[in-house]
């Protein structure tokens, strides 16, 4: 069945999620950014494109809205949070894959008040972190949780080896923001970019990974597990380099601006960049008094052919399938509800899982 699906924002990620939606529904893209628009028009020129500043006073966006059955909220997180608002307040059901970085405390009541399901974090991490927990967390006792991801460019260029497959801005804020994880039943809180480690990966070899702040709704939804964590993944010596700029001062208060402008050009994934995606979700407990350990890994590279990066497939093919879980009415529930909720019903996972495999997306489960 065809439904008329409005999403919100084009960039990367958002142009993903309208062109994989508009091969079934009717899609209506929105965005401030022309250029955007023009190259999603470029790829299919049956999604209609309309720009917008979502934040204007002057749009009544329960108006502009009013033709949608359903909403995806693609929009850079610094400006997530009251967008999906304004979604709720529109009356609109919503999937959302903004990554604001406010409480959802207030949006719940609103969302009940006026009817409504948003399902937020719908990208692969967050997001498929979170389905993984939810899961198995119905399956036994979990008591160790942790992952760690990276999108990385595949041509590596000093100084950075690094490209933004998503909002560099999102990327800038994660770099700053502590970092928040569980150890031994205590909620903790640590710098970002704290704690390396070094892993080795099949087919990528060697990674840093440190601390960021990923986990999000996991801290609150599963408050029992003893231990849990997330840390980015970058190349060897980028850490360093973004620990150095921090130290003589260009992410403080007197610079970030600048910084911030350096960054986005030098970071910027152009369309012909090709990038990968790396991942691994480890959830070990007990069952029956006994050890278990469940691992999902995933790695995955861009699609040269249709100009797609990986991490916009990764994060927005997660999305859409929760999109057609919710279009479908597999999803009944009223309010604002992170994924690891849908993650709770094994239907919803493996649909999610099969759909994912469908598209090339393929997570690779081992059970220890």
Same mark, same amino acid.
């Given at each position: 069945?065809?439904?008329?699906?409005?999403?919100?924002?084009? &960039?990367?990620?958002?142009?993903? %999620?309208?062109?994989?939606?508009? =091969?079934?529904?009717?899609?209506?893209?929105?965005?401030?950014?022309?250029?955007?628009?023009? #190259?999603?028009? !470029?790829?299919?020129?049956?999604?209609?494109?309309? $720009?917008?500043?979502?934040?204007?006073?002057?749009?009544?966006?329960?108006?502009?809205?009013?033709?949608?059955?359903?909403?995806?909220?693609?929009?850079?997180?610094?400006?997530?949070? +009251?967008?999906?608002?304004?979604?709720?307040?529109?009356?609109?059901?919503?999937?959302? %894959?903004?990554? /604001?970085?406010?409480? #959802?405390?207030?949006?719940?009541?609103?969302?009940?008040?006026?009817?409504?399901?948003?399902?937020?974090?719908?990208?692969?991490?967050?997001?498929?972190?979170?389905?993984?927990?939810? !899961?198995?967390?119905?399956?036994?006792?979990?008591?160790? /949780?942790?992952?760690?991801?990276?999108?990385? $460019?595949?041509? +590596?260029? =000093?100084?950075?080896?690094?490209?933004?497959?998503?909002?560099?801005?999102?990327?800038?804020?994660?770099?700053? +923001? $502590?970092?928040?994880? !569980?150890?031994? &039943?205590?909620?903790?809180?640590?710098?970002?970019?704290?704690?390396?480690?070094?892993?080795?990966?099949?087919? %990528?070899?060697?990674?840093?990974? @440190?601390?960021?702040?990923?986990?999000?709704?996991?801290?609150?939804?599963?408050?029992?597990?003893?231990?849990?964590?997330?840390?980015?993944? +970058?190349? $060897?010596?980028?850490?360093?380099?973004?620990?150095?700029?921090?130290?003589?001062? @260009?992410?403080?208060?007197?610079?970030?601006?600048?910084?911030?402008?350096?960054?986005?050009?030098?970071?910027?994934?152009?369309?012909?960049?090709?990038?990968?995606?790396?991942?691994?979700?480890?959830?070990?407990?007990?069952?029956?008094?006994?050890? %278990?350990?469940?691992?999902?890994?995933?790695?995955?590279?861009?699609?040269? =052919?249709?100009?797609?990066?990986?991490?916009?497939?990764?994060?927005?093919?997660?999305?859409?399938?929760?999109?057609?879980?919710?279009?479908?009415?597999?999803?009944?529930?009223?309010?604002?509800?992170?994924?690891?909720?849908?993650?709770?019903?094994?239907?919803? @996972?493996? /649909? #999610?899982?099969?759909?994912?495999?469908?598209?090339?997306?393929?997570?690779?489960?081992?059970?220890?």
């Amino acid at each position: 069945m065809s439904y008329k699906i409005a999403v919100l924002g084009a &960039g990367m990620v958002g142009r993903t %999620i309208a062109l994989e939606l508009a =091969k079934t529904h009717s899609v209506t893209s929105f965005d401030l950014n022309q250029q955007n628009l023009e #190259i999603l028009n !470029r790829k299919n020129n049956s999604i209609q494109t309309v $720009p917008i500043n979502l934040l204007d006073a002057s749009v009544h966006l329960k108006e502009t809205l009013s033709f949608a059955d359903l909403v995806v909220n693609a929009v850079p997180g610094f400006m997530g949070y +009251r967008v999906l608002e304004l979604v709720i307040k529109a009356g609109k059901n919503s999937v959302d %894959i903004s990554f /604001f970085p406010e409480s #959802i405390t207030a949006l719940q009541q609103l969302a009940i008040e006026h009817n409504v399901c948003s399902i937020m974090d719908c990208g692969v991490a967050p997001g498929m972190s979170n389905l993984i927990l939810g !899961r198995y967390n119905q399956e036994f006792k979990v008591l160790n /949780f942790k992952f760690y991801v990276g999108g990385l $460019p595949i041509v +590596r260029e =000093k100084p950075f080896e690094y490209k933004a497959p998503f909002s560099p801005i999102d990327v800038i804020e994660e770099y700053m +923001r $502590p970092a928040r994880l !569980r150890v031994n &039943g205590e909620n903790k809180t640590e710098p970002a970019l704290s704690e390396m480690e070094t892993l080795n990966f099949d087919g %990528i070899g060697t990674l840093d990974g @440190f601390n960021t702040d990923g986990l999000r709704s996991i801290l609150d939804s599963f408050p029992d597990i003893p231990n849990m964590s997330e840390k980015t993944l +970058r190349y $060897p010596g980028h850490v360093e380099l973004i620990k150095t700029l921090k130290a003589i001062g @260009f992410f403080g208060p007197a610079h970030i601006e600048a910084t911030s402008k350096v960054l986005i050009n030098s970071w910027k994934l152009n369309e012909t960049d090709e990038d990968l995606t790396v991942m691994k979700v480890v959830v070990e407990g007990t069952k029956d008094n006994h050890p %278990i350990t469940i691992v999902y890994d995933l790695l995955d590279y861009s699609d040269t =052919k249709n100009q797609l990066s990986s991490m916009s497939r990764t994060t927005g093919l997660t999305c859409t399938a929760v999109a057609e879980l919710a279009l479908a009415k597999q999803i009944n529930l009223k309010g604002v509800y992170p994924p690891e909720k849908i993650g709770e019903n094994k239907e919803n @996972f493996d /649909f #999610i899982i099969n759909y994912l495999k469908e598209r090339n997306v393929h997570w690779i489960k081992q059970v220890k």
